[in-house]
Nanobody, 124 residues
Framework: QVQLAESGGGLLQPGGSLRLSCAASGSILSINYMAWYRHAPRMQRELVAGIHSSGNTNYADFVKGRFTISSDNAKNTVYLQMNSLRPEDTAVYYC??????????????????WGQGTQVTVSS
């Protein structure tokens, strides 16, 4: 069973910083892509940032210059450093991964996986 476990959410004031972490665990052969999405009340879930196994990254326009995504491939972990947080950043943040579960002798197809989400609230 593959699981994604997020941590690092919380309540903080505008202008503050927070770092989210997401660790993938289980029988994982390879990870192609990891990303952070967010879902705010009355909004659709939207992509925040993503990182490919090559190290290439992509960001939503609304976080460019404020958020940084990084990964530790040895730990199957992705991070989201969030700076200059705004009230409109308030949302549940979800970790996403496109990965291949299984083993070298029994590889499985690429599949998408989601974490349970972590709440980030920015309020004065």
């Amino acid at each position: 069973q593959v699981q994604l476990a997020e941590s690092g959410g919380g309540l903080l004031q505008p202008g503050g910083s927070l770092r989210l972490s997401c660790a993938a665990s289980g029988s994982i052969l390879s990870i192609n892509y990891m990303a952070w999405y967010r879902h705010a009340p009355r909004m659709q879930r939207e992509l925040v940032a993503g990182i490919h196994s090559s190290g290439n990254t992509n960001y939503a326009d609304f976080v460019k210059g404020r958020f940084t995504i990084s990964s530790d491939n040895a730990k199957n972990t992705v991070y989201l450093q969030m700076n200059s947080l705004r009230p409109e950043d308030t949302a549940v943040y979800y970790c996403y991964s496109l990965l291949r579960p299984g083993t070298l002798t029994l590889p499985r197809p690429l599949n998408p996986y989601w974490g349970q989400g972590t709440q980030v609230t920015v309020s004065s």
